[in-house]
T-cell receptor
Framework: DARVTQTPRHKVTEMGQEVTMRCQPI?????VFWYRQTMMQGLELLAYFRNRAPLDDSGMPKDRFSAEMPDATLATLKIQPSEPRDSAVYFC??????????????FGPGTRLTVL | KNEVEQSPQNLTAQEGEFITINCSYS?????LHWLQQHPGGGIVSLFMLSSGKKKHGRLIATINIQEKHSSLHITASHPRDSAVYIC?????????????FGEGTQLTVNP
């Protein structure tokens, strides 16, 4: 049963601390997305990768957020230093993008982050 | 004006009713997605459309590219259909796979 996994599922931390969220995409998928969901803004794209290369991270605050794919089975989203306004649910999604085609995205369960 | 607008924002129905959720968008698109977010927070992709109509069980999604409009229909609704339904589009103007999301429609189906 292939699915996207995310860890941790819940994280409570204090302002100023570093937060690292991890995502394991579905095996064989070549595109990975990081989304943030808040009550105020809804779902927003933070960054996405294709074949481990970052294609678009324009939605991400560059001064404190960073996203990487150290290998094809792991994507990370790091916040340093964290702030209360970063409190949100962070979703990872993966898909298989073929040349000239659209791809369906499969979402992970999300990481609920609370920054005190 | 948002690029993607959904209506209604909230919808309450009785079990068995036929439900329609609408999505309008203002940009040229290459694909439109319907997503379902359960009360527990998990997100499931229901449909990806670029034209016409798709059906899966009691769910039907249609899209009219000329009118920039899509609808999600649920036949014989059931309390387990209670969820937030989100429309998202991939714009032709932006490259790659970026999705722009609507604000979602909260559906409650009462027994």
């Amino acid at each position: 049963d292939a699915r996207v996994t995310q860890t941790p599922r819940h994280k409570v931390t204090e302002m100023g601390q570093e937060v690292t969220m991890r995502c394991q995409p579905i095996l064989g998928h070549n595109t990975v997305f990081w989304y943030r969901q808040t009550m105020m803004q809804g779902l927003e794209l933070l960054a996405y990768f294709r074949n481990r290369a970052p294609l678009d991270d324009s939605g991400m605050p560059k001064d404190r957020f960073s996203a990487e794919m150290p290998d094809a089975t792991l994507a990370t989203l790091k916040i340093q230093p964290s702030e209360p306004r970063d409190s949100a649910v962070y979703f990872c999604a993966s898909g298989l993008r073929l040349a000239g085609g659209n791809n369906e995205q499969f979402f992970g369960p999300g990481t609920r982050l609370t920054v005190l | 004006k948002n690029e993607v607008e959904q209506s209604p924002q909230n919808l309450t129905a009785q079990e068995g009713e036929f439900i329609t959720i609408n999505c309008s968008y203002s940009v040229g698109i290459s694909a439109l997605h319907w997503l379902q977010q359960h009360p527990g927070g998990g997100i499931v992709s229901l449909f990806m459309l670029s034209s016409g109509k798709k059906k899966h069980g009691r769910l039907i999604a249609t899209i009219n590219i000329q009118e920039k409009h899509s609808s999600l229909h649920i036949t014989a609704s059931h309390p387990r259909d209670s969820a937030v339904y989100i429309c998202a589009v991939r714009s032709r103007e932006t490259s790659g796979s970026r999705l722009t999301f609507g604000e979602g429609t909260q559906l409650t189906v009462n027994p």
